[in-house]
Structure formats: C-alpha cells, structure tokens
C-alpha cells in the first residue's frame, strides 16, 4: 500500500506526540484533537481500512483495541468511559489510508454521531 503521513510518523521521519509503544502498535495524540484527551493507535504493519483488513489481520486488530483499552484504563479514563472509532473510506470520513482507531476521552460523547 502507499505509504502516509502515519508510516512517516512510525519511521521517525516526523515528528509527533507518541504516548505508547510497543513491537506492534504506535500510539501518538492526534493533531487535530475532537476531544480532551484524543489519541490514534496505529498498526506498525500498515493496512489500508478495514476494508482491506483479511482474517491473517486478526490478531493485529485485537492487539490495537486491548492496547487502546489498556492506554484508556492506565490513565484513568475508563471508568467514565470512552470512545473508539474506526473510520472506513469515503462516507465513514476517512482521510488517512493507513487503519487507526480513534480513542477519545474526556468529556461526554454524543449518539448518533454526526
Ligand atoms: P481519519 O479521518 O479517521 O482517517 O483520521 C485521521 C486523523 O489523523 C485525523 O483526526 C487527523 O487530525 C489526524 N492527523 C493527521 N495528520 C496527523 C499528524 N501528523 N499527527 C497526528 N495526527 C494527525
């Protein structure tokens, strides 16, 4: 797949806030933030949505949304609660094509979203 600002970010080449680590998943604050605390957790092996994302996926998946959780519940944001989002290609708002879960935290998330 293409590379992206996000396969930049993971290779060092620029700069950005990183608040997790670990040998699969890159998690960094997200420049544009929708929410006190909002952070992307990123696969270090790139897949382009979830669309494209195959069953051989599955444990990657698995470990960015435990790494997510784990991120929410070490900071204290999990008994107030939280939200992740996976945005899919054109209507789902995608604008980087490298999958990321959004989390966001802080205040009170509203349904349905916009
Ligand atoms: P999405 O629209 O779901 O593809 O989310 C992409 C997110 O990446 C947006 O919330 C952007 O604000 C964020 N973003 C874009 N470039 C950067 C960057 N260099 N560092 C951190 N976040 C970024």
């Known amino acids: 797949m293409a590379d992206t600002i ?5 290779r060092r080449d620029i700069p950005a806030d990183i608040v997790y680590e670990d040998e699969d998943v890159l998690a960094f604050r997200d420049l544009n933030p ?3 605390v909002h952070v992307l957790f990123v696969p270090k092996r ?15 998946l698995g470990k960015l949304l435990l790494a997510a959780a784990a991120y929410a519940r070490e900071q204290g944001l999990a008994k107030d609660g939280y939200r992740t ?8 708002g995608q604008t980087v094509f490298h999958l990321h879960v959004h989390l966001l935290a802080g205040r009170r998330m509203h349904w349905p979203p916009g």
Not at 6 to 10: A, E, L, R, S, Y
Request: one cysteine or more.
């Open 46 to 60: 790139a897949i382009a949505s979830l669309d494209e994302a195959q069953p051989g996926d599955a444990e990657l």
């Open 85 to 92: 989002v996976i945005n899919c290609n054109e209507h789902g």
């Open 34 to 36: 929708q929410a006190p």
């Open 6 to 10: 996000f396969g930049k970010i993971i």
